[in-house]
């Protein structure tokens, strides 16, 4: 059964926060655990529930929680937050990695990250989804499926009005406006990011 890593009373809001933590190449796994509840990890070092202290973090919708009204959630995410850090010292990790690292290790031990959806729609981290093979189920060779790419960001930019794959989501809306292509919009839009950012990477190199 899945655990999912909010637990304050109000749902999360838009977790525009996470923009800056984005642009770090790495995360260190101390930050990366209170992230993955929610959290910004500056605001939540040192926190305590006890009755006396009044203590108060941050979530990534930059809302203020604090002891008095947020008591139950806070109680909740530093839990969590040992509980995570447990099973992440059972294993043998690097002290800094990519933060869609961080996401595939939690979702492998059944937690929900509460921003994953958000992150993906913005273009922050590519869709989790598994890798589709071809028509026969077998792998499509890298070389291959980065012709497949190349292909799909070519007639996109000449033969689709609006078509910008800066912004996936709204690239994807607009190209199934005019076609009949069998996908949802969420795993068109990680192909188009998968290509541009080869794109990307081609141009540079």
């Not at 926060?17 to 260190?28: A, Q």
């Not at 002891?67 to 040992?82: E, I, N, P, T």
């Not at 069998?182 to 990680?190: I, M, Q, R, S």
Request: negative net charge.
């Amino acid at each position: 059964m899945e655990e999912y890593l909010w637990n304050f009373d109000d749902p999360m809001g838009e977790p525009f926060c996470l923009k800056f933590f984005f642009r770090m190449d790495n995360w260190d796994y101390q930050e990366a655990l209170w992230l993955l509840l929610g959290i910004v990890p500056e605001s939540a070092y040192g926190i305590d529930v006890s009755p006396n202290c009044p203590s108060k973090l941050s979530t990534l919708d930059g809302k203020q929680r604090t002891r008095k009204a947020d008591l139950g959630g806070m109680m909740f995410a530093q839990l969590l937050q040992s509980e995570l850090l447990r099973i992440w010292e059972s294993g043998n990790h690097p002290s800094h990695n990519p933060p869609k690292y961080y996401v595939d290790w939690v979702q492998s031990k059944g937690y929900v990250v509460p921003w994953l959806d958000w992150a993906e729609e913005n273009g922050l981290i590519p869709s989790t989804e598994t890798p589709r093979g071809d028509s026969t189920g077998k792998p499509i060779n890298p070389r291959t499926r980065n012709n497949y790419l190349r292909l799909i960001m070519l007639l996109a930019m000449h033969g689709i009005p609006g078509f910008d794959p800066r912004k996936p989501y709204e690239a994807a809306k607009a190209m199934k406006e005019i076609t009949e292509i069998n996908l949802d919009e969420k795993t068109l839009a990680g192909y188009i990011r998968e290509a541009y950012e080869l794109q990307s990477k081609e141009r540079i190199e």
